[in-house]
């Protein structure tokens, strides 16, 4: 549900491409990296979860006087019956996915900006950060009727057409009762991911955890085998604690609805939701060592990374 006051048409409620183009001189002083001030979420045990820039196999050549031993590839040795070893180049850049949740579930604000806008922004932020150092970033957007796939380049181009769905998706949301929720979608997504991030990818998943069930799980761990994976959590203040101010007007799919907040069922099960989608997501954290920023959506998006994931000059590396 969404509530409908304190809005208007275009403050907080919808996202515009030149808005979040304009974003990439937002995207610094952070890191995704695992080099950390103590107080970041990336420090501690999930400082060496973070793989980094690896190597690439390129050929197996014959042993020479001087090569490493380590790199002797024993069983191409054993069954020729000379010593071959394994020849790597650094690996030059990194890909990074982002999956972005625009769905109905996210249309959903009480003040300052839809929990949609806010993914949108931190999705923008990211990307533009990604390309700064030179890597390579894709997406996969999710609406509830489709997943939009954008393949991962190193270009200005590419992030621009990053935004561009984003925008779209975030624009086509409404409150109308033309739009059916779909929480399967984000495994149909999860899905794609463990096809398209086959290793040493980073993944960042931005999303209120709508949908997140155990299938979602056996994803989850599949993607964290091989890859990096962080975890966007957004949410709204109202979710976390309905409070008592009377009687408010909300808004779904299926039309609107006035609810009498002093009813002290209707704010517990309506917290406890917010609770339940948290705990999987804080439970996925600790099982898979995955970090976990949670995001809300009256703070700027640029300073809450800030303060999640560190302060840093900018540099080459994110």
Same mark, same amino acid.
């Not at 993944?203 to 989850?220: F, M, V």
């Not at 600790?286 to 976990?292: A, T, V």
């Given at each position: 549900?969404? =509530? ?10 919808? /996202?515009?491409?030149?808005? %979040? ?14 080099? $950390? ?40 040795? +054993? ?7 394994? /020849?790597?180049? !650094? ?6 996915? %982002?999956?972005?949740? $625009? ?8 003040? *300052? ?47 621009? $057409?990053?935004?561009? @769905?984003?925008? =779209? ?5 409404? +409150?109308?009762? !033309? ?8 495994? *149909? +997504?999860?899905? @794609? ?29 599949? #993607?964290? =085998? ?39 069922? #209707? ?24 970090? #976990?920023?949670?995001?809300?959506? #009256?703070?700027?998006?640029? =300073? $809450? ?14």
């Amino acid at each position: 549900m969404r =509530e409908t006051a304190n809005f208007n048409q275009h403050d907080g409620v919808y /996202v515009r491409l030149d808005a %979040l183009v304009r974003l990439q001189y937002k995207a610094s002083g952070f890191s995704f990296l695992p080099q $950390q001030p103590i107080h970041s979420v990336l420090s501690g045990r999930h400082a060496s979860k973070l793989r980094g820039r690896g190597l690439n196999f390129e050929e197996l050549r014959d042993y020479l006087p001087g090569d490493d031993t380590r790199n002797i590839d024993w069983k191409v040795t +054993a069954r020729t019956g000379k010593p071959y070893v394994r /020849v790597y180049t !650094e690996e030059k850049d990194r890909t990074v996915w %982002l999956l972005i949740d $625009q769905r109905v579930a996210m249309f959903f604000g009480s003040g *300052q900006r839809m929990k949609s806008v806010v993914a949108a922004e931190l999705a923008a932020i990211s990307a533009w950060r990604v390309l700064s150092v030179g890597d390579r970033v894709g997406a996969l957007v999710i609406s509830d009727t489709d997943i939009k796939v954008i393949p991962p380049h190193r270009c200005r181009d590419r992030v621009i $057409q990053i935004l561009k @769905q984003v925008s =779209e998706k975030n624009q086509a949301l409404s +409150a109308s009762n !033309e739009i059916t929720a779909n929480p399967g979608k984000i495994n *149909q +997504a999860l899905k @794609q991911l463990t096809q398209l991030a086959q290793h040493d990818c980073l993944i960042c998943l931005i999303t209120d955890g709508d949908g997140l069930d155990s299938e979602s799980r056996r994803y989850i761990t599949r #993607l964290a =085998e091989h890859n990096d994976v962080i975890t966007a959590f957004i949410y709204d203040p109202l979710e976390k604690d309905l409070p008592a101010v009377g009687r408010l007007r909300f808004a779904d799919t299926e039309g609107q609805l006035e609810a009498d907040t002093s009813n002290s069922k #209707l704010r517990r099960d309506f917290n406890t939701n917010f609770a339940q989608r948290l705990e999987w997501l804080a439970t996925a954290s600790r099982r898979f060592s995955i970090p #976990l920023l949670t995001i809300d959506t #009256l703070a700027p998006v640029s =300073e $809450q990374l800030r303060s999640a994931l560190g302060h840093h000059r900018p540099s080459r590396r994110y």
